[in-house]
């Protein structure tokens, strides 16, 4: 897997503004928000993509959603929020390496895209 921004981020190489940092994965918000609240969870173990999980990494992805709602609780988001991930270029992804957006802060409309 070829390095990306969100690597350079894990290791302090980018500035960000943290939410959670742990073991296994990093939280952070986007630079480039989509709602008030924009932040991406990530493994810090490097996967490309949604369609790279295999059956040992059920506990991570868990973990990350787990994550997620932690830090909306934490937001504040009582009201709701999403969580959203892009799996590929025509499903949206634009950085290959997993990550969970976090989204709220606002009424989000339904269907997206």
């Not at 350079?8 to 190489?13: L, M, Y």
């Not at 868990?62 to 590929?88: E, K, S």
Request: charged share 20%.
């Amino acid at each position: 897997m070829a390095d990306t921004v969100f690597g350079k981020i894990i290791r302090g190489e980018i500035p960000a503004r943290i939410e959670h940092d742990d073991d296994s994965c990093l939280a952070f918000h986007d630079v480039a928000p989509h709602a008030p609240v924009h932040v991406l969870v990530i493994p810090k173990r490097p996967i490309r993509a949604l369609s790279d999980l295999g059956p040992g990494d059920a506990a991570l992805v868990g973990h990350l959603v787990v994550v997620a709602t932690q830090i909306a609780a934490r937001l504040g988001l009582a009201h709701g929020y999403r969580l959203v991930v892009n799996c590929g270029r025509d499903g949206g992804q634009s950085v290959d390496h997993l990550h969970v957006h976090l989204l709220g802060g606002r009424a989000l409309g339904w269907p997206p895209g």
